[in-house]
């Protein structure tokens, strides 16, 4: 029977005529993809799962309906955009504002419309980055509507960037209703005669809500009452924005 003689080390001679061991390099290592900034952002969309939560409840005034609150946009896709290495320098490169009308005790409401820029940058690769344009629009009655225009516009540029909507919500043009599907029905109307004199019905007072418009994103919410007991939500963004929701309201014949 043959026998196989064992295997040995491959030995090379040394200075002195002995003989060592050969010993081979190590491979060099295939160096780690470092993510681009886009794939970084789609993983964040992937994280997100498609929607935020509606953890916040407008007052019964207004309706009582469910809204996604800047407090949630922040924590969560912030700390989505920490986690992927991804930083967002905002910035406000002017602003303008204006009076906008005057609350019921007549002090005057200021409304501050500002552009936008935002700088994502991929934290590992600094010269991988873009900028996305936007524009906010918030009113005060005292000194924060600048602030409010910034926080108005990041939270709406954060859930249109990642296209995000609010859970429990169904898609206004799956069955032509308006975007108010989840709120509740209006409070039972309230008639009121005609003034005598056959004139319509003018404003009595009007309130901010401290809310903003859950259809355009710019402008405020804003309570509006009549002398005929008609009451109504309005955006402030009255330009642009149609929103409407009437609270206590009239005859068509007494709309004003």
Same mark, same amino acid.
Request: glycine share 12%; with cysteine.
């Given at each position: 029977m043959a026998i196989n003689p064992p295997v040995t080390s491959p030995t090379a001679a040394a200075s002195d005529g002995s003989r060592e061991p050969v010993r081979s390099a190590p491979a060099p290592e295939t160096p780690a993809m470092v993510p681009n900034l886009y794939q970084r952002l789609i993983a964040v969309r992937l994280a997100l799962g498609g929607s935020i939560p *509606? !953890?916040? +409840? /407008?007052p019964q005034v207004m309706g009582g309906f469910k809204f996604v609150e800047w407090d949630d946009v922040a924590e969560r896709i912030g700390t989505l955009l920490a986690e992927n290495g991804?930083? @967002? =320098?905002?910035? @406000?490169?002017? %602003? $303008?504002? /204006?009076q906008a009308g005057t609350t019921a005790s007549g002090k005057p409401i200021y409304r501050a419309t500002a552009p936008l820029a935002y700088e994502l940058i991929n934290a590992d690769v600094p010269e991988d980055r873009t900028v996305i344009t936007w524009i906010g629009s918030g009113d005060d009655s005292?000194? *924060?509507a600048i602030q409010k225009a910034g926080t108005s516009g990041t939270k709406y540029m954060l859930l249109k960037l990642f296209l995000l909507g609010g859970t429990g919500v169904a898609d206004a043009d799956a069955n032509g209703e308006d975007s108010r599907l989840d709120h509740p029905a209006a409070a039972p109307a309230i +008639? *009121?005669?005609?003034p005598a004199n056959g004139s319509k019905p003018k404003v009595v007072a009007k309130s =901010? +809500? !401290?809310h903003g418009c859950? $259809? %355009?994103g710019k402008g405020n919410l804003e309570h509006v009452r009549w002398d005929n007991g008609g009451e109504r939500i309005a955006c402030t963004n009255w330009r642009e924005c149609r929103y409407r929701e009437n609270v206590a309201p009239v005859p068509a014949d007494e709309q004003p």
């Open positions: *509606k !953890g916040g +409840t /407008a991804i930083v @967002m =320098l905002p910035s @406000m490169p002017s %602003c $303008e504002v /204006a005292g000194d *924060k +008639t *009121k005669q005609r =901010l +809500t !401290g859950p $259809e %355009c």
